[in-house]
């Protein structure tokens, strides 16, 4: 008996595919104000989230809520996610999960996901990206809480390499050949939408965190437990509360991801080649 969630994920891959018979192979999701990368797509069709059944919406400044399929400038047919939902908008965990699993029933075999964040390592500098190498979930919960559907995969899954290390390595070196200043690190995601205080950045350093967010975690889950192989790109969009003696302020935000575009493009293009299961095929 097929259950209430493959249904909906069956029902929604159909619609997308009924609008564009592209098969995509790699997936990227963008995150606040790096929506660019979608508009440079070749032969792009845009499906509104709207108009792909059960699909969350998004409600968030800079996130355009479509899903783009197209091919990259090397001919590599993609599914990008133009924007994202985040918890914070009042969806539970398991629907922000929800369009990283239809990119799965695309048939994608491995996810690039971008993010804006704060940084918490006081080395790292508006505009810098960081390369995703472990998380902290301090989300309160976990998208695959409830239960367990087998055609996805198992019910407990290896969480201990959730980013692919090659990936990590060919993203840092798309970033480096991009000029863009890249390090590696350790991602927290909380809740939002408030921004977090200066004593929880105290405390998220400590922890061993080097950025701050409030999306993505739930995505990467998703994706391990249907085997995709996932690459994180952090885009440090301003210093985390207390770094420096300003307010945070999301405006800042969406004009740091628009300084970055043209080489965010440029790495986005040279990892996602990389992360092509077809490539040398």
Do not use: W
């Amino acid at each position: 008996m097929t259950s209430d969630l493959i249904r909906q994920l069956d029902e929604a891959a159909a619609a997308v595919r009924s609008r564009c018979g592209l098969a995509p192979r790699v997936g990227v999701v963008l995150g606040s104000g790096l929506g660019a990368f979608a508009d440079a797509l070749q032969g792009a069709v845009a499906v509104p989230y709207g108009e792909i059944p059960h699909f969350p919406v998004s409600t968030a400044v800079g996130h355009a809520g479509k899903l783009v399929l197209g091919t990259s400038r090397d001919g590599i047919p993609l599914a990008v996610m133009a924007g994202r939902v985040h918890h914070y908008e009042g969806y539970p965990l398991q629907q922000v999960a929800f369009p990283v699993r239809v990119l799965g029933r695309l048939g994608v075999q491995a996810v690039v996901l971008t993010n804006a964040a704060g940084a918490v390592n006081t080395a790292f500098r508006p505009g810098d990206i960081m390369v995703m190498t472990d998380h902290l979930n301090l989300m309160g919960g976990n998208p695959m809480i409830g239960p367990n559907e087998a055609a996805l995969g198992e019910r407990f899954f290896d969480m201990s390499t959730a980013y692919d290390r090659a990936l990590c390595d060919a993203a840092e070196a798309a970033c480096r050949a991009a000029g863009i200043s890249v390090h590696r690190g350790v991602y927290a995601a909380l809740t939002g939408p408030s921004y977090e205080t200066p004593a929880e950045i105290r405390m998220l350093r400590a922890m061993g965190a080097d950025a701050v967010g409030m999306s993505t975690v739930p995505e990467v889950i998703a994706a391990r437990h249907m085997g995709l192989r996932v690459a994180g790109l952090s885009c440090m969009t301003n210093m985390a509360a207390g770094v420096l003696d300003a307010p945070l302020d999301h405006q800042e935000v969406l004009e740091v991801g628009e300084r970055v575009r043209e080489k965010l493009i440029e790495a986005l293009n040279r990892l996602v080649r990389d992360a092509d299961p077809g490539a040398g095929a």
